[in-house]
């Protein structure tokens, strides 16, 4: 680190002269590399982390814009049903028709049903009862 720094300083001095900088070891120039190495690597992967983050956001716009899409398709498709033919409507009033005598016909059969009335112990056909005792 102390010599990261010295390197620092001494690039960033103008008015030093190149041979009077001080001449690195090979260890010192290799971690400077392996550091650089770092550093770039830790770049790349931010960078690679950004466009994956925009990547989704673009996608998940992609996906909403097309919920909208099919929300406003479906509410067309709903106002243009509301809006009836006359042919349509010469439909669903035949239909309405058609129901309303169906009803009328089981409601009659309905209406026909008998309720039962108990017989008591002495019309039943079931053997025992009081006059056995």
Known sequence: MVAA???????????VDPAEEKVLSPKQLQRLEEQKAREAKKAAKRKEKAMQKERKANEKARREAERERKLEEMRLEKESNKTETPKKLEEAKRLA??????????????????NHTKKSALESN???????A
């Open 5 to 15: 720094n010295t390197l620092v300083q001494s690039m960033n001095a103008e008015n």
């Open 126 to 132: 079931r053997l025992g009862g009081s006059h056995m």
């Open 97 to 114: 028709e058609e129901k309303e005598l169906f009803e009328k016909e089981f409601a009659a059969e309905r209406a026909k049903a008998v």
